[in-house]
């Protein structure tokens, strides 16, 4: 079974430091891959200022691009970033391949999103899911994959 980390990359751990640190705990645990996942206003987080800034972004697609392709990171984990390629090709869920269900049924795009696009409870799985393709992500849009 892969082993995975994940980690909410805030504006404050979005340093090069932080983010080494980070891989490098992670190899020392051997574990597969890490996910770099961005903040929402969500959660513990609902109603602050927490998304990233232009800078942070392009800190973290710097850093994903070095760890992926640098052979001097090969015996790393993989590292996972979805939002450098959502910025570019749109939301990777949103029904297209993935989708997520609150413990009422409520279906939304992912965890994070937190729009509902219907209650598989009351509703159709193809009517929410075919709804949630036309919508896309709050974030990302429509994926053009």
């Known amino acids: 079974m892969p082993v995975a980390l994940s980690v909410c990359t805030?504006?404050?751990f979005c340093t090069e430091e932080h983010l080494h640190n980070y891989l490098d705990l992670a190899q020392r645990l051997d574990v597969s891959f890490v996910q770099l996942l961005e903040p929402k206003a969500v959660g513990n987080y609902s109603g602050k200022d927490v998304l990233l800034q232009e800078h942070h972004?392009?800190?973290l697609e710097s850093f994903?691009?070095?760890y992926n392709r640098d052979v001097k990171y090969r015996n790393y984990p993989i590292l996972v970033y979805h939002g450098?390629?959502?910025?570019?090709?749109?939301?990777?869920?949103a029904g297209n391949r993935a989708?997520?269900?609150?413990?009422?049924g409520e279906a939304m795009s992912c965890p994070f999103c937190q729009c509902s696009s219907g209650n598989l409870l009351r509703e159709d799985a193809k009517t929410i899911i075919?709804?949630?393709r036309m919508k896309g992500c709050a974030s990302f849009g429509i994926s053009t994959i």
């Open 64 to 66: 994903y691009l070095k």
């Open 84 to 93: 450098y390629y959502q910025r570019r090709s749109g939301c990777f869920t």
């Open 10 to 12: 805030t504006r404050a």
């Open 130 to 132: 075919s709804r949630m």
């Open 57 to 59: 972004i392009r800190q």
């Open 99 to 104: 989708l997520y269900i609150d413990t009422n």
